[in-house]
């Protein structure tokens, strides 16, 4: 079952073509790598999947709903999570919850159990009218990713999720992915450590607007006769060879 169905999508910003006649489709319960240089296009692409901006052509269909006309539904079947801005910092940890739960709609009492069951999870219950700015960056990610999945959404796209974080940290948010993952929940995500490629199920990897590759990485590997996820990268998007 594809919970993601993408055809001939187009973002043009005047002259210039920001995404390039892509297709692709994602699996429910998939961990899809979606990778690329700076200025490839993966960020633009993204917003228009999540519904925070419209196409210039083409079609696709997310979380059940069509990009072009039900961009307030999408936002209301999936998660988000970024680098740049998840949580607020002059809010407690649970102020956040309660703000987030909010606006995906989440019921009071469904509100009240999942929060308890959140902070108990994280260990934070000591932490929960801390505001989020005294956290440790590690734990403002899990406290993050927690929250974007909070209403159970059939997708959450996290864009560069892991940045400034240390190895370990890093291994610890891949292990809520998987769980989230096992649970049935589609991880559609952005990275620019190519050590976390790997952990995909599927990687598409963009160059200039267009997706240039995309498969398992084993087959990425496989077909460019590379020893890492790394070596993928620099062979498909800085045009180096190893053939």
Known sequence: MNVI?????VKKF????????????????????????????????????CGLSTPTA?????????????AELIKRNIGYMSQRFSLYNDLSVIDNIKFFA????????????RSNELLTRLNL???????????????????????AIFHNPQIVFLDEPTGGV??????????????????????????????????????????DGRIEALDSPAMLKSRYNASSM??????????ETNL
């Open 5 to 9: 169905e993408v055809r001939n999508l």
């Open 14 to 49: 005047g002259d210039f073509t920001a995404v390039n006649n892509i297709s692709f489709d994602v699996r429910k319960g998939e961990i899809f790598g979606f990778l690329g240089a700076n200025g490839a296009g993966k960020t633009t692409a993204m917003r228009m999947l």
């Open 58 to 70: 083409g079609e696709g269909r997310v979380a059940g709903y069509d990009i072009w006309t039900e």
């Open 102 to 113: 909010g606006i995906y709609g989440v019921d009071k009492t469904t509100m009240q159990r």
């Open 125 to 147: 219950e000591k932490e929960r009218n801390l505001m989020v700015e005294s956290l440790p960056q590690g734990w403002k990610q899990k406290l993050a990713f927690s929250i």
């Open 166 to 207: 240390d190895p370990e940290t890093r291994r610890q948010f891949w292990e809520m992915i998987y769980e989230a993952a096992n649970q049935g929940i589609t991880i559609f995500v952005t990275t620019h450590y190519m050590d976390e490629a790997e952990y995909c199920n599927r990687v598409s990897m963009m160059v």
């Open 230 to 239: 790394s070596d993928v990268f620099d062979i498909i998007a800085r045009g």
